[in-house]
């Protein structure tokens, strides 16, 4: 089969389940006789099980009492299902991007929207929203550092209102990554996840995104890349992602 003939839409829709019979019946030749690729649809696959291993039990947690009281029932039924909805996109991201010429394209649209999952499905949560607190900041940092394999900074934005909560460690497309959630004075969440490239990448200018509802800005910095999503207008995150950069980059 020339090598052509199977574009890197093609093993997305693959992994989706989004192919007709006779196609997949191509698409599994064209990888029956290259190895590698074979890996890496493998590895597609593992991602999505793995974000639903994470993922998939908050959707039947019962709802807060105190949101309940405050009328919040609505609110969090509407971010389970929002992040339904993500994971499901998630799942046939390859399909929807059929068009765009460039894998490094796709795999940064699918960054951002998983950021905005891990954002929808930890933001609401009242006792466990973080693994690791603000009162033991040094440990946290060291702890993901470790497991991401490279030095991390975590940005304090008092300046602009917010204040660390704390962060967590999740699965990402390539390995671990992390979480870290900021809170205003009004209850107000954001979360900033941070991944490490598969190369160090020039810096990035700052790329915009809404999931479901939820804002994201997200850019490469050498070896990292960053995603701060929020539930807030855009103009109000750009403020907050450019004291994250200034904060990483001083």
Same mark, same amino acid.
Do not use: C
């Given at each position: 089969?020339? %090598? ?9 829709? $693959? ?56 009328? *919040? ?7 389970? %299902? ?15 991007? /059929? ?15 998983? %950021?905005? &999952?891990? /954002? ?16 033991? #900041?040094? /440990? ?8 991401? *394999? ?5 940005? /304090?934005?008092?300046?602009? *209102? ?10 990402? #497309? ?6 870290? &959630? $900021? ?19 020039? #810096?990035?200018?700052?790329? $915009? ?20 999503? *929020?539930? &807030? %207008? ?17």
């Amino acid at each position: 089969m020339n %090598a052509l003939a199977v574009t890197e839409a093609d093993l997305h829709a $693959y992994v989706d389940g989004a192919l007709p019979p006779a196609r997949v019946a191509e698409v599994e030749a064209y990888l029956a006789e290259r190895p590698e690729e074979a890996a890496r649809v493998a590895s597609y696959r593992g991602q999505i099980q793995a974000l639903r291993r994470e993922f998939d039990g908050v959707l039947d947690e019962p709802v807060p009492e105190r949101l309940r009281r405050a009328g *919040g029932r609505s609110r969090l039924l509407a971010r389970a %299902a929002a992040a339904a909805a993500l994971i499901a996109l998630g799942g046939v991201a390859g399909w929807q991007l /059929h068009g765009w010429t460039s894998v490094r394209q796709v795999e940064t649209a699918a960054w951002a929207r998983r %950021a905005a &999952m891990a /954002h929808v499905v930890y933001s609401p949560e009242v006792r466990h929203p973080v693994e690791v607190g603000a009162d033991q #900041e040094a /440990h946290l940092v060291a702890w993901l550092s470790k497991r991401l *394999g490279t030095p991390l900074k975590v940005p /304090h934005l008092g300046g602009v *209102g917010y204040a660390l909560v704390g962060g967590r460690l999740l699965p990402g #497309e390539r390995g671990p990554v992390a979480q870290f &959630m $900021y809170q205003d004075g009004r209850g107000t969440r954001l979360t900033l996840y941070v991944r490490v490239n598969a190369e160090p990448a020039r #810096e990035t200018a700052f790329r $915009y995104s809404r999931e479901q509802g939820v804002s994201v800005f997200y850019w490469l910095d050498r070896n990292l890349g960053y995603a701060l999503s *929020g539930e &807030m %207008a855009k103009s109000d995150l750009l403020r907050v992602a450019e004291a994250v950069y200034q904060q990483l980059n001083p």
